[in-house]
């Protein structure tokens, strides 16, 4: 069995971040997904906590169908102690054969410890991106909330989502 392993913040999850999931899904017989600045929460660039970005997959995936064949962990941000991070993936990570990123720190991090390394896609990038959708949030635009899935939009709405990244970006200024 070969297990692909996909990091990513999940600031929110979105459409693309479903795309990257399932084409991995058509390759791969299981994929591990690890939430990565797992350690941050509140903050402009990482409002939701983990446990928050856990229930955005878990629900997404439940909609796929595809809960038997994903894996998921988390691993903290270590601010740039490349050897660390790669240390807390290899600990805290389900073992898998080969990384699927375009995060450039997550690749030379995982290649340094001699991970296959492949770059996925990108899925109408312009549109699916985890700071567009905290910027149409802080604005209280609702266009946002076409950017994820049913399934995520239901756990966003029932935290407050938009009203808690508008606090947070007026506070900034
Ligand atoms: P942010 O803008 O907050 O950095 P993001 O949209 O880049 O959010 P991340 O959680 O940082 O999302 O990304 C995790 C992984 O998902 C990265 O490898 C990134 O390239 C990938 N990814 C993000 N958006 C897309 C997309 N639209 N299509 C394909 N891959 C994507
Ligand atoms: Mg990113």
Request: aromatic letters at 10%; one cysteine or more.
């Amino acid at each position: 069995m070969v297990r692909a392993l996909f990091v990513g913040r999940f600031q929110p999850l979105h459409r693309g971040h479903e795309e990257v999931i399932k084409w991995l899904l058509n390759q791969y017989e299981e994929v591990v997904v690890a939430i990565g600045s797992a350690n941050e929460s509140l903050t402009i660039r990482n409002p939701f906590t983990v446990g928050e970005r856990i229930e955005m997959l878990v629900s997404t995936l439940r909609a796929l169908n595809a809960t038997h064949r994903v894996l998921y962990c988390s691993v903290p941000d270590t601010k740039g102690e490349s050897a660390l991070w790669y240390s807390y993936v290899r600990e805290q990570c389900p073992s898998f054969d080969v990384a699927y990123t375009n995060d450039e720190f997550t690749r030379l991090c995982l290649e340094f410890g001699g991970v296959k390394v492949f770059n996925t896609p990108l899925f109408n990038r312009d549109l699916y991106s985890g700071t567009r959708i905290r910027e149409l949030m802080a604005n209280r635009d609702g266009r946002w909330r076409e950017l994820v899935s049913p399934s995520v939009l239901e756990v966003l709405d029932r935290i407050n989502a938009e009203d808690r990244v508008a606090r947070l970006m007026k506070q900034k200024y």
